[in-house]
């Protein structure tokens, strides 16, 4: 991987230890409406976007009584009261500055609402980081489709092919195989055979791993 241009990061699960957050706040939201909460399988929808969650949960809870929106703007809400108990994936600012100064091209990948994506800039200070962000109002088909990831490179104007994208979930990886990129799996929601046959060409648990497969050895 000696001829990347560019490193493309998702965000939950990636730079921020937030799927149990937002987990937490979606049960919430959904025992609110008296909507069956314990028997959704989130898993299934790391990756993907809040809209196609809730979207699934009004239609096989036939829910009159509830909108998407409704939920959404209650799950935000929640979301937001427990956004202090936040904390970044481990090792991930480090590598990122790690990045930045090597002068690569960052990207943001993130089926996340631009609001969430937004809290999670300000509370980390991200924002000079990153030269292009893609969240879910930027595209029109989600993960596991390549739209995300292709709008990624085009905006950075770096070919897929030579773009790293660095991904936690089935659906994020397939995205950005899909849009040619190379991607790298990381363990902090799926286990390492999930990603490897999902089409992660490495997959690690921690980014020190990650350091020493691309030769970064000196990254902290």
């Not at 919430?28 to 976007?49: C, E, I, N, V």
């Not at 739209?147 to 905006?155: D, G, K, S, W």
Request: proline share 3%; glycine share 6%; net charge negative.
């Amino acid at each position: 991987m000696t001829d990347l241009k560019a490193i493309i990061f998702d965000l939950d699960g990636v730079i921020i230890d937030s799927e149990a957050l937002h987990e937490e706040a979606g049960r919430m939201a959904m025992s609110r409406y008296a909507l069956d909460a314990a028997s959704l399988d989130f898993d299934a929808f790391k990756g993907k976007t809040e809209q196609d969650v809730f979207e699934y949960v009004v239609e096989t809870n036939d829910a009159d009584h509830v909108s998407v929106a409704d939920l959404l703007a209650l799950k935000q809400r929640l979301y937001g009261n427990l956004l202090d108990r936040l904390l970044p994936v481990q090792g991930a600012l480090a590598f990122i500055e790690r990045l930045a100064q090597a002068g690569f091209a960052l990207g943001l990948t993130t089926s996340s609402l631009p609001k969430n994506q937004q809290r999670a800039f300000d509370k980390f200070d991200l924002h000079r980081y990153f030269d292009v962000v893609v969240t879910a109002a930027d595209v029109t088909h989600a993960k596991p489709h390549p739209e995300p990831y292709l709008t990624t490179a085009q905006r950075l104007g770096v070919a897929p092919a030579y773009c790293l994208v660095i991904e936690d979930s089935t659906h994020g990886v397939r995205s950005a195989r899909r849009a040619g990129c190379r991607v790298a799996g990381l363990t902090t929601t799926f286990g390492k055979e999930a990603l490897a046959e999902a089409g992660a060409e490495v997959v690690v648990d921690r980014y020190d791993e990650l350091a020493l497969h691309l030769h970064w050895e000196d990254t902290p």
